[in-house]
C-alpha cells in the first residue's frame, strides 16, 4: 500500500506528483483524466437498465442501474521528465 505525502506535492499541467512518505520509495502520479473504458466493438462501456414490476401500482417500485467501467489517463511520460528536472534519480509510480 502506498503512503503519500500531501504537503508538498509537484504541480503538473493539470495533475499532481506526490513525494513518498518520509522519502522511502518511488514518487507517485495520479490520474489526470478519467473516461468511459471502451468495449472491443468501440462503443463505450456504459450500460442502463430500467426495472418494473409487472403492475405499476405493486412492489417493487421501478428502479434503473447504471453500469459504467472507467479508465485512468496517467500522463506518465511527461511527469517523468517534469520529476527528472527537480530529482534525476527519482522513480515514479501510478498510483491505482
Known amino acids: 500500500?502506498?503512503?503519500?505525502?500531501?504537503?508538498?506535492?509537484?504541480?503538473?499541467?493539470?495533475?499532481?506528483?506526490?513525494?513518498?512518505?518520509?522519502?522511502?520509495?518511488?514518487?507517485?502520479?495520479?490520474?489526470?483524466?478519467?473516461?468511459?473504458?471502451?468495449?472491443?466493438?468501440?462503443?463505450?462501456d456504459v450500460q442502463l437498465q430500467f426495472y418494473r414490476g409487472s403492475n405499476p401500482m405493486l412492489p417493487p417500485q421501478p428502479y434503473g442501474l447504471l453500469d459504467i467501467r472507467l479508465e485512468a489517463r496517467y500522463p506518465f511520460e511527461e511527469a517523468l521528465v517534469k520529476l527528472r528536472e527537480l530529482h534525476p534519480r527519482a522513480r515514479l509510480n501510478r498510483l491505482y
Not at 506535492?9 to 490520474?31: C, D, K, M, S, V
Open 1 to 44: 500500500m502506498a503512503v503519500l505525502d500531501f504537503q508538498q506535492p509537484i504541480r503538473g499541467n493539470g495533475y499532481p506528483i506526490y513525494y513518498p512518505f518520509e522519502g522511502r520509495g518511488a514518487h507517485l502520479l495520479t490520474p489526470d483524466k478519467l473516461s468511459p473504458a471502451v468495449r472491443p466493438g468501440g462503443l463505450p
